[in-house]
């Protein structure tokens, strides 16, 4: 795609910062394992958080491609500080649609300027992709609605200043019907988080939540009572094709480095760029960046045009971060020696490419969701015996 006169001007600025603040200093935030709160403000100063948010709310109110070209951007020099920002556009429009007017007015104009964490709560140890399976309770009582049970898998778990938790309201036996979303301020009482020990983004702070008679006033409910399963998952077609873009930028990073070290090394006379050896593989990569990002921006403009994208954006949720992680590790070979150091940073962007291999969907429940748009969901379920 090629962007606009506004998109321009917000991508250089993206371009810039990403580039002389955050790749700098990419591996060292990782080596820290901790969410730089003055950095996400610089940003946020700047007009690179909640870009999406509405005006009245601080933010710029951008479509979703322009957001998309601005966590891509961010991505090539901070994979996790991008995750941040897609996050958070997440969370925010999820409240827009579905917070009372008093709790959008408090959280929102957070979001842009830096001041505020949210952190999506879904996953329960028992219940992954399956989110009509969760059980986490929240029991009415008055005028609140108190909340027990764990969520696991959240990232941002230990510096969240809120959680938008998705909580069984109704029986398990309705499902999805049953599911309804909260927003629920990290510092209400009986609250409490742990963090895991994870192979890549250290700095998003992945864990468990735990709620131990979690009292949360009704005002606080996103939506109608038994809405939050679709409320998420309209809010994940969006997210997937951030997401993509996301891992699409590190895998550019990676390339660009080494395309620039193909030029350096010198062997047998010349620079090893003339083997064809080393830079078809590169230009394999290169190509199937371009044609991932493609397909990413198709689907962000098919959700600014109010068209469908539920299978574009599955599509490219499976196909990013498998490709991501297939170029930088591609790219991390063609260092030769250099290439296995921890000191380099392809290592440290397969891993946390990886994670989104499994985050907000695997490759099988994308396929999945492709397989029933095209054959339709009688023709993929499973039957019953006979």
């Known amino acids: 795609?090629?962007?606009?006169?506004?998109?321009?001007?917000?991508?250089?600025?993206?371009?810039?910062?990403?580039?002389?603040?955050?790749?700098?200093?990419?591996?060292?935030?990782?080596?820290?394992?901790?969410?730089?709160?003055?950095?996400?403000?610089?940003?946020?100063?700047?007009?690179?958080?909640?870009?999406?948010?509405?005006?009245?709310?601080?933010?710029?109110?951008?479509?979703?491609?322009?957001?998309?070209?601005?966590?891509?951007?961010?991505?090539?020099?901070?994979?996790?500080?991008?995750?941040?920002?897609?996050?958070?556009?997440?969370?925010?429009?999820?409240?827009?649609?579905?917070?009372?007017?008093?709790?959008?007015?408090?959280?929102?104009?957070?979001?842009p300027t830096g001041d505020a964490i949210l952190a999506l709560s879904i996953t329960e140890p028992?219940?992954?992709?399956?989110?009509?399976?969760?059980?986490?309770?929240?029991?009415?009582?008055?005028?609140?609605?108190?909340?027990?049970?764990?969520?696991?898998?959240?990232?941002?778990?230990?510096?969240?200043?809120?959680?938008?938790?998705?909580?069984?309201?109704?029986?398990?036996?309705q499902g999805a019907r049953g599911v309804t979303a909260f927003l629920v301020p990290s510092d209400t009482p009986g609250l409490q988080t742990t963090r895991f020990s994870d192979l890549g983004s250290h700095m998003s702070g992945r864990g468990s939540v735990f709620f131990d008679d979690v009292r949360i006033p009704a005002s606080h409910r996103l939506g109608d009572e038994g809405k939050g399963f679709s409320q998420v998952m309209a809010g994940f077609d969006y997210s997937r094709a951030l997401i993509a873009l996301q891992c699409l930028g590190a895998a550019q990073a990676?390339?660009?480095?080494?395309?620039?070290?193909?030029?350096?090394?010198?062997?047998?006379?010349?620079?090893?760029?003339?083997?064809?050896?080393?830079?078809f593989p590169l230009v394999e990569g290169e190509t199937l960046v371009a044609a991932a990002r493609q397909l990413s921006y198709h689907a962000l403009a098919l959700r600014d045009a109010g068209q469908a994208h539920t299978v574009e954006a599955a599509m490219v949720k499976y196909l990013a971060?498998?490709?991501?992680?297939?170029?930088?590790?591609?790219?991390?070979?063609?260092?030769?020696h250099y290439g296995w150091s921890m000191d380099l940073p392809h290592q440290q962007r397969m891993r946390d490419v990886m994670g989104l291999e499994i985050g907000d969907g695997t490759a099988g429940i994308m396929k999945m969701i492709v397989a029933r748009a095209r054959a339709g969901r009688e023709a993929t379920e499973e039957r019953g015996a006979a």
């Open 254 to 279: 990676s390339l660009d480095e080494a395309w620039a070290y193909t030029k350096e090394r010198e062997a047998f006379g010349g620079p090893i760029a003339r083997f064809q050896g080393v830079s």
């Open 126 to 173: 028992k219940c992954g992709s399956d989110a009509g399976s969760l059980v986490l309770k929240a029991r009415r009582d008055g005028d609140f609605y108190v909340l027990n049970g764990e969520k696991t898998s959240t990232t941002y778990c230990d510096c969240a200043d809120a959680f938008l938790v998705f909580a069984r309201t109704g029986t398990v036996e």
């Open 1 to 111: 795609m090629i962007p606009n006169e506004e998109q321009s001007a917000l991508l250089d600025a993206a371009r810039r910062f990403s580039r002389e603040r955050l790749l700098p200093t990419y591996m060292q935030r990782e080596k820290d394992g901790i969410t730089d709160r003055a950095l996400l403000r610089e940003m946020g100063a700047l007009g690179l958080l909640g870009v999406d948010v509405a005006p009245d709310y601080g933010g710029l109110g951008v479509d979703g491609v322009t957001t998309g070209l601005i966590v891509e951007e961010l991505a090539y020099g901070d994979f996790n500080i991008s995750a941040i920002v897609l996050v958070m556009s997440l969370c925010g429009a999820i409240i827009a649609r579905n917070a009372q007017p008093e709790v959008a007015a408090k959280w929102l104009p957070r979001i």
């Open 321 to 336: 971060p498998k490709t991501a992680f297939d170029v930088i590790h591609q790219c991390a070979l063609t260092f030769g």
